[in-house]
Each structure stands twice: as C-alpha cells, then as structure tokens.
Nanobody, 113 residues
Framework: QVQLVESGGGLVQPGGSLRLSCAASGSTFTRYPISWYRQAPGKERELVATITTTGSSTTYVEAVKGRFTISRDNGKNTVYLQMNSLKPEDTAVYFC??????WGQGTQVTVSS
C-alpha cells in the first residue's frame, strides 16, 4: 500500500508562492489519482485539486483556479501543488490523498503579513 508524506508548507506573505510536495512510497503510486485537500481551523476538509494517474487531466476547486497548479512526476513518485498569489484565506493544513482513503500527515500553510 502506498504511503504519502507532504512537505513544503510554511509562512508566506499575501501574494507570495509556495510549492507543496507529496512523496509516495511503494511501486503502485502510478495507479493512483492523487488529490490535495485542505482544512482550515474550525472548517471541514475541502478538496482543492486532483490529478489523474498520468497527469493528463486536472481539476480544481473554483477558489484556487488560475492560482494553483497540480502536477506529478511518476518517475520521482511525487505530486506537487504550486500555489501562487496566495491569500490569507488559503491558510490551512494541506493534505494529499489517494482515493480519499490513504492520507499523508499534512503540512501547514500560513498566509499572513
């Protein structure tokens, strides 16, 4: 079974950028579409973006369209989330997931001046 580990979170000013990584262990990684979710304090977990197994198709929640880009490198068993033009409302713990069943531990993103 694949295991997922997120990294790349941190504190950034509004308008700044971060790139999150989701590193997977296990040879079956390429069989899984991968999603990024986020959960802000006091709010439900929200689906942010999804990428198919080959990376040929991606989807985004409306709030991040045009600002976030999900991509994957199957040779490195890694999925990325490039986040540009960050806003305070993007502050959350970001998780990657396979099928909504396998989860990483999350990485904190804080957007504040």
């Amino acid at each position: 079974q694949v295991q997922l580990v997120e990294s790349g979170g941190g504190l950034v000013q509004p308008g700044g950028s971060l790139r999150l990584s989701c590193a997977a262990s296990g040879s079956t990684f390429t069989r899984y579409p991968i999603s990024w979710y986020r959960q802000a304090p006091g709010k439900e977990r929200e689906l942010v973006a999804t990428i198919t197994t080959t990376g040929s198709s991606t989807t985004y929640v409306e709030a991040v369209k045009g600002r976030f880009t999900i991509s994957r490198d199957n040779g490195k068993n890694t999925v990325y989330l490039q986040m540009n033009s960050l806003k305070p409302e993007d502050t959350a713990v970001y998780f990657c997931s396979a099928f909504g069943l396998i989860w990483g531990q999350g990485t904190q993103v804080t957007v504040s001046s």
